[in-house]
């Protein structure tokens, strides 16, 4: 008889201690939704515009390197943007308008707008159309996986995230998020898992209540070459200067203006 | 006696050779043109038509943009309309297309290197292998295809991205949402083909093509007909059109390529136009050089009215004589034309920049259709008659007592 109780207590333990460890461990968990919601925040501005100097150099192993310039001009509380490309001289005057689902790229040469797409790159380099867009991870994204992990002096939380539609360029994603809520690194993932490009944000610069990154540079997993027996990936750096908060014209964000500027 | 008028005439002009050698030369020099120009672009015809139909899928295809059905539904219901059309396809094709008229690239890596792919084909191996295996194969062995993790590839995809047979490559799509898909798929073989049908297109396994791009595996965007004869294609189209309804896009191959089918039509028209020049000149020719034949031939005229020969078997001899020399010029024409065509058909020429469409591997091609030598050749038969019915008429009217006395 003491026998049969001894073997309930021990078997009601055995289902009992791991459901209290567990429900314990999920009350340690933060809300990764609102660690996306807040990385999303850190970089929106959401009452004022942000515009800067872009400076792109991209690097590809066994050519060179090239470099670019642009402005950009940002209205994320109306998820439109507008780039005007002003370095170098061939490439002066080219430029990208996004109007919510909309985006348009201007050919001064022949003076035409022709519809273009967030997945494709940005002037032929390893960043995309989409990477100027207003972040929403806390939207496009769903998190799958988590773990706590250092990335350099950063404590970070990784996430690892799934798109909740198909419209989103890179359907998987691996994020590191610091405790300060800034995202430090990405990796972005093809639909089947393809590991595609890696991007790192290391530096970032606050303006008002928001952030900005100062450095950003991509990696291309797919893309390199050799150099020196050794193989190299090809990569974007990208440097964000003079930034302002100004309000812009709501003309800023027209064809017309664009056309304008680039004449 | 008029039952005799052909092997008079024959006996007439096998003795008569040497007056008839000139006129014969000329109705084969005629002959000859002809016919060796329309089999020059009947062959350019061929070539395109081939390229093409391998290209998108068929000489004649069917789209339907809006699918209401399950794509097995749909699939079910074309197949039942073409067999209700009453066209006879030599194969029926299955595709999923990727590429620059869907609005993006499709894109291969491979060892750091990458090339963007004009047109990712998804095709059923079983089904189109046959046609694709028409293609020149460098290396790899295409039948390897059955594979359905496998590509076929370009040589210049292959050359630019380092990439040999066996090797594992990665093919980026575009989900229709605009998601970034990739898929590992493996060289199976590389194919020459320079022009822009195949430069940087990828052939793979439709099924696997279908699940990158998130589409049921039924699911087919159009569906294509392979005829027998390519010369069909618009009158397969039309049947197909009146079978399908409105809710069906079908068109012929050749009218998706609406530049190479206006110079096709234009070097069709000038073939012809050649052809009635030269009639003219035929029958002109045979007019004048048979009324000397006929002057030359007065005495021996004059000698069969005054035997009996009546006057409309005079003009039917001399007919029938034409029509003997209309057939061996034809005859020679024929002949001198294949010998030609074989010569031209030798001749490299896969140097000349932007002909490579028209070339078969390199060469010029050609095809005699049948029909096309029996319609030439009977129009030679009537001009040739048309051009000695007047000197038979004068044959005809020859008073055999002059024609006796005459020097």
């Known amino acids: 008889m003491q026998a049969n109780i001894k073997r309930i207590i021990l078997f009601s333990l055995s289902l009992l201690i791991p459901a209290i460890a567990s429900a314990q461990a999920g009350r340690d968990k933060p809300d990764f939704v609102q660690i996306l919601k807040k990385a999303d925040a850190l970089v929106t501005f959401p009452d004022t515009d942000f515009s800067a100097m872009y400076s792109f150099v991209q690097e590809t192993p066994g050519q060179g390197s090239s470099s670019k310039q642009a402005m950009v001009f940002r209205r994320d509380r109306e998820n439109t943007y507008l780039i005007v490309m002003v370095q170098p001289e061939e490439d002066r005057g080219k430029g990208y308008l996004k109007s919510g689902n909309n985006l348009w790229y201007y050919d001064p040469v022949s003076r035409r707008f022709t519809f273009t797409s967030a997945k494709d790159r940005f002037q032929n380099m390893n960043a995309r159309n989409s990477d100027f867009t207003r972040s929403n991870l806390a939207g496009d994204y769903r998190v799958v996986g988590s773990e706590r992990a250092k990335l350099g002096i950063y404590d970070c939380w990784i996430l690892d995230l799934v798109a909740t539609s198909d419209d989103i360029t890179f359907p998987k994603m691996k994020i590191w998020i610091s405790d300060d809520g800034l995202v430090r690194k990405t990796q972005d993932f093809s639909y089947s898992g393809q590991h595609l490009r890696t991007v790192a944000f290391p530096q970032y610069q606050q303006i008002g209540d928001q952030f900005y990154p100062t450095t950003v540079v991509i990696v291309e997993e797919l893309r390199g070459g050799v150099v020196n027996g050794k193989f190299e990936k090809e990569r974007t750096t990208y440097t964000v200067a003079r930034p302002s908060l100004q309000r812009l014209p709501d003309a800023t964000f027209t064809k017309t203006w664009l056309e304008k500027l680039s004449e | ?407």
């Open chain 2, 1 to 407: 006696m008029r039952a005799m008028t052909p092997q008079i005439a024959y006996r007439n002009f096998t003795r008569n050779g040497r007056r008839f050698l000139l006129l014969g030369l000329a109705v084969c020099a005629g002959f000859f043109f002809v016919c060796t120009v329309q089999s020059l672009v009947s062959g350019l015809s061929n070539q395109i038509n081939t390229r093409g139909a391998r290209f998108y899928g068929g000489h004649v295809i069917i789209r339907k943009e809006n699918q209401t059905g399950t794509p097995a539904e749909e699939d079910r219901l074309i197949i039942a309309a073409i067999a209700n059309s009453g066209v006879r396809p030599a194969v029926v094709s299955h595709r999923t297309h990727f590429g620059n008229y869907s609005g993006a690239d499709g894109v291969i890596y491979f060892n750091g290197e990458s090339v963007r792919v004009r047109r990712v084909i998804g095709m059923d191996w079983s089904a189109e292998g046959p046609k694709i295996s028409e293609l020149r194969f460098v290396a790899g062995d295409p039948q390897s295809m059955r594979d359905p993790n496998g590509a076929l590839i370009s040589e210049v995809t292959a050359r630019r991205l380092g990439a040999s047979v066996g090797d594992q490559v990665i093919l980026q799509v575009i989900r229709p949402g605009g998601a970034i898909n990739t898929i590992p798929v493996t060289v199976k073989a590389i194919f020459q083909e320079v022009s822009i049908f195949g430069y940087y297109t990828v052939y793979m396994d439709r099924s696997v093509l279908d699940d990158a791009l998130g589409f049921d595996p039924h699911y087919t965007a159009m569906v294509g007909l392979y005829l027998k004869d390519y010369r069909q294609q618009d009158f397969a189209a039309a049947s197909l059109r009146h079978a399908l309804g409105a809710d069906y896009t079908v068109n012929s191959v050749v009218s998706l390529m609406p530049e190479i089918r206006t110079m096709l039509e234009a070097l069709t028209l000038i073939s012809y136009g050649i052809l009635a020049l030269l009639s003219v000149v035929i029958a002109v020719g045979i007019l004048n050089m048979y009324r000397v034949i006929i002057y030359e031939r007065t005495r021996e005229i004059g000698t069969m009215r005054a035997i009996g020969v009546q006057r409309r078997q005079v003009r039917d001899i001399v007919l029938c004589e034409a029509f003997y020399l209309s057939v061996c010029g034809i005859a020679g024409g024929l002949i001198v034309s294949v010998l030609a065509l074989f010569g031209i058909s030798q001749m490299p020429l896969s140097g000349a920049a932007g002909f490579d469409i028209f070339l078969d591997h390199g060469h010029l091609s050609w095809v005699m259709y049948p029909d096309v030598v029996g319609l030439d050749a009977l129009l030679i038969i009537i001009v040739t008659l048309l051009g000695a019915l007047g000197p038979a008429r004068a044959a005809q009217a020859i008073d055999p007592v002059v024609a006796i006395r005459a020097e």
